[in-house]
């Protein structure tokens, strides 16, 4: 299967300091990739879907000038969480996929990002 | 807005025990069906899929999935559970459409012991 990385895997940061995460699709080229959160034994949520080329779409509830993503290339995807608090710690698992939801077009997910905030 | 419930959050077994997973959805359009394993430091992996036809879907390692639309249900089962099944496992489902993404459960964390 196709394989997305992510960068850093885990990151340790100063309270009121900004976190950038990496997102690359290694073997393909992703149209569309979603950034999710997950805390401890909690499910995925969804934060946001970005296209490339374009804006983002952020879920509701989810502070689009705290979380920014950009997505340049149809390779990379970066998630800054800027001002970071103590309760932005948590998992951060970015998801790939190319073009529209259907049949043939699965969805791969990176390995996560574990970000502590002192 | 759809959602996903998974009854069982921690499941132990023997090696060799057979497995069945709940897992039961709300949305009242049609959906796509998915199982997701994440095995101890890796990330998610897909391990079977259900769109339309067969409601009884296989996937990879042995497992297979049961869709019952009248349940609202896709079940995870194994006859025979190994020590490498030792996971979490999510179900998720996603709205068939332009804006579909996907909403997964809160996992249930299976452990095989020898």
């Known amino acids: 299967g196709a394989v997305v990385s992510q960068h850093p895997s885990r990151v340790i940061c100063k309270s009121g300091t900004s976190v950038k995460i990496e997102c690359r699709s290694l073997?393909?080229?992703?149209?569309?990739m979603f950034w999710y959160r997950q805390f401890p034994k909690q499910s995925l949520m969804l934060m946001a879907t970005?296209?490339?080329?374009?804006?983002?779409?952020?879920e509701q509830g989810v502070e689009k000038d705290k979380f920014l993503i950009n997505h340049a290339s149809l390779t990379l995807s970066t998630l800054t969480v800027t001002s970071a608090h103590p309760e932005d710690s948590s998992f951060y698992i970015c998801?790939?996929?190319?073009?529209?939801?259907?049949?043939?077009?699965?969805?791969?997910f990176g390995p996560g990002t574990r970000l502590t905030v002192l | 807005a759809q959602s996903v419930s998974q009854h069982n959050h921690h499941v132990i077994l023997s090696e060799a025990a057979s497995l069945e997973l709940g897992c039961n959805y709300s949305?009242?359009?049609?959906?796509?069906l998915f199982w997701y394993v994440q095995y101890p430091g890796q990330h998610l992996q897909l391990l079977l899929k259900?769109?339309?036809?067969?409601?009884l879907v296989k996937g990879i390692k042995g497992f297979e999935a049961e869709f019952i639309k009248s349940k609202f249900s896709f079940n995870l089962r194994k006859p025979s559970v190994q020590w490498s099944d030792t996971a979490e496992y999510f179900c998720?489902?996603?709205?068939?459409?332009?804006?579909?993404?996907?909403?997964f459960g809160t996992g249930t964390r299976l452990q095989v012991t020898l």
């Open positions: 998801s790939a996929r190319v073009g529209a939801a259907g049949i043939y077009n699965e969805q791969f």
């Open positions: 073997d393909f080229q992703a149209t569309t």
């Open positions: 970005s296209n490339e080329g374009s804006k983002a779409t952020y």
């Open positions: 949305y009242g359009g049609t959906v796509n």
């Open positions: 259900y769109f339309s036809g067969d409601p």
């Open positions: 998720a489902v996603r709205s068939t459409g332009t804006a579909s993404k996907l909403t």
